[in-house]
C-alpha cells in the first residue's frame, strides 16, 4: 500500500513540474512574441514639428499591428543614450528615432543594432547611420532654398536694385550644426543666384522660442538697421517675429523662417505683416514612414527606399496666398 501511495505521489509530482515547465514556456514565448510587436519612437524636441512627427510614428504603429513607446530627449545627449540602452536591455524590436546628431549618435545606435535592435532614422541622411532601415527627411538645403526663392521675390518687389540689405541670421549650430549650416545655406543660396546685394550683420543661435525672442531682442537693439531675419527653426522663426514686434519694427524688418505650425500659420495670416514666408515640412510623412521602414526591416521584407536617404518634399506657404494656408492647416490639424 505505501509504495502504491509514493508511486501516486511521484506521478502527481512529475505531471505537476511537466505542467509548470509548460506553462513557463507559454509564458516567455507570448513575452517574447509581445516584445517582437513592441517599437519604440524618439525625437529630440518638444515643439509642433516633433509632435506631428510623434503622430506618424503612432499611427503607422497602430496601422501595422505594433506597440509604440514615444519617447523625446529635450535635447539631451545622455538621454538619448539612456532611452537606446533601456530599449536594447528590453529587447524590444526597434526603434525610429530623429538622432541627436550625426558625431555622437551613430556609435551609440551601432553598438544598439549590434546587440540586436532595428533602427530607422529621420531628418538625418543615412549615410551616419549605414545599419539603418532607411531614412526619411526634408532635404535640408533645398526646402530652405524655396524659402530663399520666396524673398528673392519680395526683395525684388521692396527694394531697390541698388541697396545692400541688411541681413540676421538665427541658427542652431551649437545643437545641430550639419542641418543648421544646410538650411541657411540653402536661403542664401537663392539670394547669391538672384545676384541681391546683402551684408550679414548678424549671426546668432536660438531655436526655442523664448531663447529667441531674447537674442533677437538683442540683435534688434544693436542693429535696429536688419531688413530681413531669416530663422533656421520653427521655434527661431516665432520668436524673431515676435522679437521684432516687441521692437516696434513691424514695416521696417521683416522674417522669413523655416517649419510650419498652427502659429506660424497664424503669423502668416495676421495683420502685423512680420513672417512673409516659410517653407515647411510634413512631419507627419516623415515620422509613418519611418515607422514603416522600421517594421518592413523587422519581418524581413523588402521595400522601396531600403538603405537609402529618401527625401519627403517641402511645402512653401507664404503671406497671401490664403487658399494653400488654410489647406495646410487642416491637413496638420487631421493629422495630430
Known amino acids: 500500500m505505501m509504495k502504491k501511495c509514493l508511486k501516486k505521489l511521484l506521478v502527481i509530482l512529475v505531471i505537476s513540474l511537466v505542467s509548470s515547465v509548460s506553462v513557463f514556456a507559454q509564458a516567455n514565448k507570448e513575452t517574447k512574441i509581445s516584445q517582437s510587436k513592441v ?15 510623434s503622430s506618424g510614428y503612432a499611427a503607422a504603429a497602430a496601422d501595422l499591428g505594433y506597440e509604440i513607446q514615444l519617447s523625446n530627449t529635450t535635447n539631451s545627449q545622455s538621454k538619448e543614450t539612456d532611452f537606446i540602452n533601456t530599449y536594447t536591455a528590453q529587447k524590444i524590436a526597434g526603434v525610429a528615432i530623429s538622432p541627436m546628431n550625426t558625431t555622437v549618435s551613430p556609435a551609440i545606435l551601432g553598438d544598439a543594432n549590434a546587440a540586436g535592435l532595428k ?4 531628418n538625418s ?23 530663399g526663392d520666396m524673398a528673392v521675390a519680395y526683395i525684388k518687389e ?3 536694385n541698388n541697396k545692400v540689405l541688411k541681413l540676421g541670421l538665427l541658427q542652431f549650430k551649437t545643437q545641430i ?17 538672384a545676384k541681391i546685394k546683402y551684408e550679414i550683420v548678424a549671426d546668432q543661435d536660438a531655436w526655442l522660442q523664448d531663447m529667441a525672442v531674447a537674442k533677437v531682442g538683442d540683435i534688434l537693439s544693436a542693429n535696429p538697421e536688419i531688413d530681413i531675419i531669416f530663422a533656421a527653426n520653427d521655434g527661431g522663426t516665432v520668436g524673431s517675429v515676435m522679437a ?17 505650425s498652427e502659429q506660424i500659420v497664424g503669423l502668416l495670416k495676421d495683420k502685423t505683416n512680420i513672417l512673409q514666408a516659410v517653407t515647411g515640412q510634413d512631419p507627419f510623412a516623415i515620422g509613418y514612414k519611418t515607422v514603416e521602414a522600421l517594421v518592413n526591416l523587422i519581418e524581413g521584407k523588402d ?4 538603405g537609402k536617404t529618401n527625401i519627403i518634399p517641402g511645402i512653401p506657404l507664404k503671406r497671401g496666398d490664403t487658399a494653400t494656408l488654410n489647406s495646410f492647416l487642416e491637413d496638420m490639424k487631421s493629422n495630430m
Open 39 to 53: 517599437i519604440a519612437g524618439i525625437v529630440f524636441q518638444e515643439d509642433q514639428f516633433f509632435k506631428t512627427l
Open 119 to 122: 533602427i530607422a532614422i529621420c
Open 244 to 260: 521684432v514686434q516687441n521692437a516696434g519694427l513691424q514695416g521696417k524688418t521683416v522674417v522669413f523662417g523655416t517649419d510650419a
Open 303 to 306: 521595400f522601396e527606399g531600403k
Open 177 to 193: 550644426p550639419e542641418i543648421s549650416a544646410q538650411r541657411v545655406n540653402g536661403f542664401l543660396s537663392a539670394l547669391d543666384d
Open 158 to 160: 521692396n527694394y531697390s
Open 125 to 147: 541622411a543615412i549615410d551616419a547611420f549605414p545599419y539603418a532601415a532607411a531614412a526619411y527627411s526634408a532635404d535640408n538645403y533645398e526646402f530652405c532654398r524655396q524659402t
